[in-house]
């Protein structure tokens, strides 16, 4: 229960960004997106179909505008997807999808045992050794090496590689923690990524199972809707985000993307909702861009850039947003190097505002969905809150992890900039 003080401090907790009920909407905005039924905002079972959707509908709720009269864009890709059952069994220990183990995302489909051979890596410096594992047989063998050694591998011939590629499964060692990612093609075996901790020294046999299917010309979508400006209808601030995630990894696994990114979605449609009421009207117009399959590189906001739906050159500004859960250390504005004039004028309301503890710029690179639009000349920063939980890219990336320290503050940042209307 509330007690009188409580909801004194609600009161005055109200005008400061979105008021207390709304992180309570934008938590269960969150639940949503990360939701089994979301698969993960993936390829499998129509998991970015069905995120898309739900944005769809919010964005007709609010009374959003579609350019062209239709919020959805859709554009093809190429996605390997793990839709059916996957499994690896090392001796007798059954091992956990996700915990113990990830489907490397260039395995190809197929299921076998097969006796362990870890990579011998004397071939890095000693000829003999480099003879005798050409004279190898590994067609039988799931093979066993450590990601930094991939690399020295390829430096050496491709012979090298060659070989190791014979094998009827590869396991991938990684020295602490598993990350996902997608791939828009396959090897010509099963593949697994594990913790080098977590395989014993003395592992003699694997056993393997994995359904994978390389799709092609897979139809996903981007979400598109905007609010038009009262003063300048012609030209735009960008708000976007990333919608979808890594999506399935076989039937009883999926990456729940909450930090990555339902809470940049999440701030995205809070913003939006905001501008939506009559009484915010924005001077400008102000357009919100759901991207998808940022996670197989950027593919939605770069086929975005080259089918533009409006010219490119009325964007005045675009704010990207991406991994915004947590803010325990502050906020980083990618690009904000060489756009000093923006990042002043950020760092001046944030100061003074008090929103965030600190705000750092940094170059710009092409993590996030800004990049293809500044490579066309678009004045674009991609935000992301910084401390908190570090879960990325895995099973653990789950909503009731994020804090959302610095939810509101972020809200109330942006929204005080777009009203600010100084950009350069
Ligand atoms: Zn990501």
């Keep these: 229960m509330l007690g009188p003080l409580g909801w004194l401090a609600l009161f005055f907790a109200l005008p400061l960004g979105v008021a207390g009920q709304d992180l309570d909407r934008a938590r269960a905005t969150i639940g949503t997106l990360t939701s089994p039924g979301f698969h993960g905002r993936g390829y499998v079972n129509g998991g970015d179909r069905v995120a898309a959707q739900f944005l ?13 009269s239709a919020y959805v864009q859709p ?3 190429d996605i390997n997807t793990f839709p059916g059952r996957v499994s690896l069994k090392i001796d007798k220990k059954k091992l956990v999808p996700g915990q113990d183990y990830l489907v490397n995302p260039v395995s190809q489909k197929g299921r076998g045992r097969g006796r362990i051979v870890f990579l011998d890596t004397l071939i890095f410096t000693q000829e003999a050794a480099r003879q005798r594992f050409l004279r190898n047989d590994f067609r039988r063998n799931v093979v066993v090496y450590e990601s930094r050694h991939y690399a020295n591998l390829t430096e050496l011939s491709p012979e090298y590689l060659n070989k190791m590629h014979e094998a009827r499964a590869l396991i991938e060692l990684h020295p602490a923690k598993l990350t996902m990612s997608l791939s828009p093609a396959q090897v010509s075996h099963p593949a697994f990524e594990m913790v080098k901790k977590d395989l014993p020294a003395g592992a003699k046999k694997a056993a393997y199972r994995v359904d994978a299917k390389l799709v092609k010309g897979y139809p996903s979508q981007n979400v598109v809707g905007y609010v038009p400006g009262k003063k300048y209808p012609d030209e735009f601030v960008v708000i976007s985000a990333h919608y979808d995630h890594l999506g399935r990894m076989g039937k009883d696994t999926y990456f729940p993307g909450a930090n990555d990114n339902a809470s940049g979605t999440t701030l995205m449609l809070e913003l939006a909702r905001h501008y939506a009421r ?82 750092q710029k940094r170059d710009n690179a092409p993590n ?44 109330g940042l942006i929204r005080d900039f777009v009203a600010a209307g100084e950009w350069e």
Aim: no cysteine; net charge negative.
């Design 368 to 411: 996030s969905d800004h990049y293809f639009f500044t490579r066309r000349g678009v004045k674009a920063v991609f935000i992301y809150l910084m401390g908190g939980p570090k879960f990325y890219h895995d099973v653990y990336d789950r909503a009731e992890t994020l804090p959302l320290t610095k939810f509101k503050e972020s809200f």
């Design 75 to 77: 554009f093809p890709l």
């Design 56 to 68: 769809e509908g919010q964005f007709r709720e609010m009374g959003l505008r579609a350019f062209d």
């Design 278 to 359: 009559p009484e915010n009207q924005p001077d400008y117009s102000v357009a919100f861009m759901a991207f998808g399959a940022e996670e197989v590189g950027l593919i939605g906001s770069r086929y975005y850039t080259e089918h533009p739906l409006f010219p490119l050159d009325q964007i005045k500004f675009m704010i990207n947003l991406d991994l915004l859960g947590t803010g325990e250390e502050g906020m980083m504005v990618v690009n904000g190097t060489r756009l000093p004039g923006a990042f002043d004028r950020l760092t001046q309301i944030n100061t003074g505002k008090n929103y965030l503890p600190k705000l």
